[in-house]
């Protein structure tokens, strides 16, 4: 055998266990490993900016993937914490790649369920909708009331919408929630629904 086919293995063999680790992890949580587009990028941050955060705030992104919405929410609030939860091993190595130059980023690895985000001060996810289903009364028990929480394409379909931004096309719509934002809750209404576009 020569060098280069044994190099060809190795890269064979890595691509083999990336992938596999990606179906593994989309097996046990239910949510493939997706990016968001430009367009969704830019409607979750003028959700964030519609939300009115405070300076030095804190933001979770649950499930970063590849860590494209953590670098643009890097970009739009630099003055932010941005924290990123990440379970699947290969996007969390790259989401560590793309934000290893940005001071105001961290990203974990884990299973955000299994951890304390009683400081965030605002919520994104990209998930889908089994993981939907669980994260709402997971949120109920960890975040302060006024939270706003930003869910892209897919939404929690028992809470308000404060605001919301219609995708394009095959392009996911993003929605902005006042937390708990149960259904009747109009303590702040005045964001309007349906403010995006």
Not at 51 to 57: I, M, S, V, Y
Not at 78 to 86: K, V, Y
Not at 131 to 140: I, Q, R, S, T, Y
């Amino acid at each position: 055998m020569t060098v280069l086919q044994i190099l060809e293995l190795l890269v064979l063999a890595l691509v083999i266990v990336l992938g596999l680790s990606l179906l593994v992890t989309h097996a046990l949580t239910g949510v493939p490993t997706m990016s968001a587009g430009r367009a969704e990028k830019a409607d979750v941050v003028a959700l964030l900016q519609q939300a009115g955060l405070p300076d030095r705030t804190i933001v979770y992104d649950l499930g970063c993937g590849w860590g494209a919405q953590l670098v643009s929410l890097a970009r739009a609030f630099p003055d932010a914490q941005i924290r990123g939860i990440e379970l699947s091993p290969f996007p969390y190595f790259i989401s560590r790649l793309r934000t290893h130059d940005l001071p105001n980023v961290v990203v974990r690895r884990g299973n955000f369920f299994g951890l304390d985000l009683g400081d965030a001060q605002a919520i994104i996810c990209y998930l889908m909708p089994r993981a939907m289903v669980k994260l709402g009364p997971f949120l109920d028990g960890m975040l302060k009331t006024g939270t706003p929480v930003v869910a892209l394409t897919f939404w929690f379909r028992d809470r308000q919408v404060s605001a919301s931004r219609d995708g394009a096309g095959l392009r996911g719509a993003a929605a902005l929630y006042i937390w708990p934002a149960h259904k009747g809750d109009v303590s702040r209404s005045s964001i309007g629904a349906n403010a995006g576009a």
